[in-house]
């Protein structure tokens, strides 16, 4: 008896203890998420690390080295976080979720082989070719003047992305064919550093693009949300594509029969296809895409939250978000399912 009563104590206070998180990142859209996993009651620490200011009126902020899965592992059960949330690409494409699994420790963001759909531009199209997605024809190149010569012989318009990671704007969409041939130099040249190192040059589509966001527990597919952000510098849709200034959740061109439309010919084949070849993807899929005429193509993959997008699709979850990212985190389709 005496054995027992200590013993159930302690099963009792594991029980009501609050959840402690691991934010990684450092930037908007991880305040946004920090923001929104603070609303849940069942948050009872949150950390982020590196975190910012702002951040730092709500959450601890760690230094720590978010490209490196071991430090980032050990970070994590020394501060016995329950559910590590990656924010940006890069740690995902390093490999930091496939260490923080291997270490038993909740995560809520893909392996690196299942990140490549962000990763390689290349990597993505020939996804889409293998399950018949809807997307730009498209042809990659690793040397610069086979990619010079098929700008010439494509002329205008056409669409030029770094292969790899470029923060969000390895895209560009040149006016004239010298700048399109120009634009190939510096990619190669080195002006998004490896990410250049090859390019895919692509089919330019016209039309309204708009984000859709999708959480995956690695076999159910559950859409939260759409929005639009302003990607070019100037008014009046002009100038150089940025990483995104400002956006809005819903997006209106995105009707509920579109967004039906887009989960069974672009998303649903695409998670199949990964599952097929073995790395199925667990985390958000944040597909851009393209719409005219009431039907949608897929621009590009991101393996994460967008930001400025996060801004705005947290402001609409709220606390619910971290029930929803710990579910899929923890392959708990019924948590996805009974969702809202």
């Not at 899965?69 to 496939?98: H, M, Q, R």
């Not at 700008?151 to 010298?178: F, W």
């Not at 594509?241 to 010919?265: C, F, H, K, R, W």
């Not at 073995?278 to 039907?295: H, N, S």
């Amino acid at each position: 008896m005496c054995k027992t009563q200590p013993d159930t104590r302690r099963r009792s206070r594991k029980r009501e203890r609050g959840k402690s998180n691991l934010i990684l990142g450092g930037g908007g859209r991880e305040h946004a998420l920090a923001w929104a996993v603070k609303q849940n009651p069942k948050c009872d620490r949150l950390i982020v690390a590196p975190g910012n200011a702002g951040i730092a009126e709500l959450a601890d902020c760690a230094t720590l080295d978010i490209l490196d899965g071991d430090a980032v592992s050990a970070f994590a059960a020394e501060n016995a976080v329950d559910l590590v949330i990656i924010g940006p690409e890069a740690p995902l494409a390093a490999g930091v979720a496939d260490a923080l699994r291997t270490a038993g420790i909740a995560v809520f963001g893909p392996s690196a082989a299942a990140a490549r759909l962000e990763a390689s531009k290349a990597f993505t199209k020939e996804i889409c070719d293998a399950c018949g997605a809807p997307t730009a024809d498209w042809a990659w190149f690793d040397d610069a003047d086979e990619a010079r010569r098929h700008v010439s012989d494509k002329g205008l318009p056409l669409v030029i992305k770094a292969d790899g990671l470029a923060a969000g704007k390895g895209v560009v969409i040149p006016e004239t064919l010298e700048e399109a041939l120009d634009v190939v130099k510096m990619m190669f040249g080195g002006i998004y550093d490896a990410a250049g190192s090859s390019v895919v040059i692509e089919e330019f589509m016209d039309g309204e693009e708009a984000s859709f966001f999708v959480l995956v527990d690695g076999e159910t597919c559950l859409p939260i949300g759409t929005a639009q952000d302003h990607k070019r510098a100037f008014d009046g849709d002009l100038g150089p594509n940025t990483g995104g200034m400002g956006a809005y959740s819903p997006a209106p061109v995105l009707t509920p029969a579109l967004q039906d439309q887009v989960m069974e010919t672009i998303i649903r084949p695409t998670m199949a296809e990964m599952a097929r070849r073995g790395t199925p993807y667990q985390g958000v899929l944040y597909a851009g895409l393209m719409i005219k005429d009431g039907r949608a193509r897929l621009v590009e993959y991101n393996a994460r939250f967008g930001d400025p997008e996060a801004q705005v699709l947290m402001m609409r979850l709220g606390g619910q978000a971290l029930d929803l990212l710990q579910a899929c985190a923890e392959g708990r389709p019924r948590g996805l399912r009974t969702w809202p």
